[in-house]
């Protein structure tokens, strides 16, 4: 019953390539197998990889999850089973001293955990999670530092409850301890739970999960009637529906879990929303995004030395990448759940810093409608919600701003491409949606704004007959009608590009139908200037033109060109434009966008999707030129 009745054989990974180091990596450990019996666990091991892949959100994880083996030699098979908890009073010879009976319950099932990580450890020294495979096919397993399951029917399931327990701090939902309607658990005592999936709470405004939960939902959304019993009732709500269920973490009554049904209170149903992002934040930091290829990038600086980077991913999921010097890259999570339109080029996330520890979000999400999500430096990551109920043109942009701190005008286009805005205050929240001086945006084209200053706004989109239109708005007059900029052709799914240099001064930038990279300037000295062609660019189809103002008197544009490598030019009042270069040998995919921020005035930063559908990035200092192109990940 110690580690001289057995030895270790040896240790296989049998699933995965992910760098150990930067990789989520599980150990299975072979309990109360003999010699003879390894191929058994072989056996056992493979079906726990075969199950973890097929639960959500493991398979979307993979690319970042490892799975190591170590066969281990028992003298006996089995493990102890003591007739005290009900077993059959069976007593083996094993490595891990594995036993039934924890605590006088049969199912709870324990082994020598400094024995199973001092294995672990040398076996697989970056291990993430750890599990005893135990050789029995009595009901049974536990959570833990080190977690343990039988081979029981429903093996797999079992273990991965218990990983939920051991990786990632989650907590029983069911409301009972040792089994049945026991006495002493009708009311789970006033303290909060620890764990991210239980709570005692049913304040929606401080709810643990408020994030997933809708508007529409009752909380508490079902509560025991009795609370002398465990409430097996059905749910009154539909499947996957998220709010405060009584009866968790052991009690009939006064705890609540986040969905009716979820992995962490019955075995064969998949984990509930809230779960699955737990898991996902602890694991998903470390995958690799695989991004949609022409879905715009959107960038934001909070302060100087801070990045938040958004992309969706290529089944839709809202992602978010941060940069601090302090701690580098931090690796791409998913923003609270969120889904973005697949339409067109894919909707993008459109990002906005109204002051240095806040952030807005806004997207179209799958039911062509505009959500938004917030984070906030005191509160973190809200929900999304819907704003409003318009409908818009699947794959539509939703274009902020902020004229200050406390308000943002929202622009895009409904379904049949009108030009449509709502506005939010902080004083009196969201308006209505309506339709801005009844213009028409051409298939594919977003608006455009910019706020010269508090009171003014400029919006610029491509029509139906494919010129660049433009309104205004102006705190003293209100909207103006849209005007034709030129004669300027465009591609239909131009987007218009401006900058604002100073209060008095726009620089516009779009592709014209050949591809040509255009632009004009208004200066409120002289107004229009006509359009031309920025130093013989062509864009490829379908890529926009990114544009920084990194001072007053100079201007930084990019572009993928027509081989899709990055391109940019310059302007500065001194010297006029000059010739377009390739950055750093970039290359994107075909239609692609550079998304580009300058932090301060002597720094760029560029972002865009790569031929492999992966997120890279350079950078420019003044003191250094440019950087070579690196993929974010986890630095």
Known sequence: MTTSDGAVIGTTQIFGSAPRNRAFNIVLLAEGFTAAQQGAFNTAAASFVTALLGTPPFGDLSPAINVFRVNVRSTDSGADDPASAGGTGASVRTYFDATFGGNGIRRLLLVNQTTALQVATAQVPEFSLVLVVVNSTVYGGAGG??????????ATEIAIHEAGHTAFGLADEYAYYAGGN????????????????????????TLKWRWAVNAATAIPTMSNPDCSKV????????????????????YHCGAYRPEHGCKMRDLGVPFCRVCRQVIWNRIGPLT??????????????????????????????????WWSPGTGWAGWFHVSGGLASPGGAGAPVTAIARNPDHLDLFTVGTDNRVWSAWWDAASGWSGWFQVGGLVCRPGSTVTVVAR???????????????????????????????????????????????????????????GTDNRV???????????????RLGTLTCRPDSAVTVV??????????????????????????????????VSGGVASPGSSVSAVARNPNHLDLFTLGTDNRVYSTWWDAASGWAGWFQVSGGVGRAGGHV?????????????????????YSTWWNAASGWAGWFQLSVS
């Not at 999707?609 to 997120?615: E, K, L």
């Open 145 to 154: 530092s080190v977690g343990t399951y039988s081979l029981a029917g429903g």
């Open 182 to 205: 026991e006495t002493g658990h009708d009311h789970h005592p006033a303290t909060e739970p620890s764990e991210p999936n239980v709570t005692i709470n049913r304040d929606r405004a």
């Open 231 to 250: 409430d097996t009732r059905p749910s009154p709500v539909p499947a996957g529906t998220v709010g405060a269920f009584e009866g968790a973490h052991y």
């Open 288 to 321: 690799t995004l695989s991004a949609r290829a022409r879905t715009p990038i959107s960038v934001v600086a909070r302060f100087p030395e801070h990045l938040d980077v958004f992309a969706v991913a290529d089944d839709g999921r809202t992602m978010s990448d």
């Open 404 to 462: 200050n701190p406390n308000h943002l005008d929202l622009f895009t286009t409904a379904s049949d491409g009108r030009t449509m805005s709502t506005w939010w205050d902080a004083a009196t929240g969201w308006a209505g949606w309506f339709h801005v001086s009844g213009g028409v945006a051409a298939a594919g084209a977003p608006v455009t704004a910019i706020a010269r200053n508090p009171n003014h706004l400029d919006l610029f989109t491509v």
């Open 469 to 483: 239109y433009s309104t205004w708005w102006d705190a003293a007059t209100g909207w103006a009608g849209w005007f």
């Open 500 to 533: 604002a240099r100073n209060p008095n001064h726009l620089d516009l930038f779009t592709t014209a139908s050949n591809g040509r990279v255009m632009s004009a300037w208004w200066d409120a000295a002289s107004g229009w200037a006509d359009w031309f062609h």
């Open 595 to 615: 998304a580009a921020i300058t932090r301060r005035p002597d720094h760029l930063d560029l972002f865009t999707v790569g031929t492999d559908n992966r997120v």
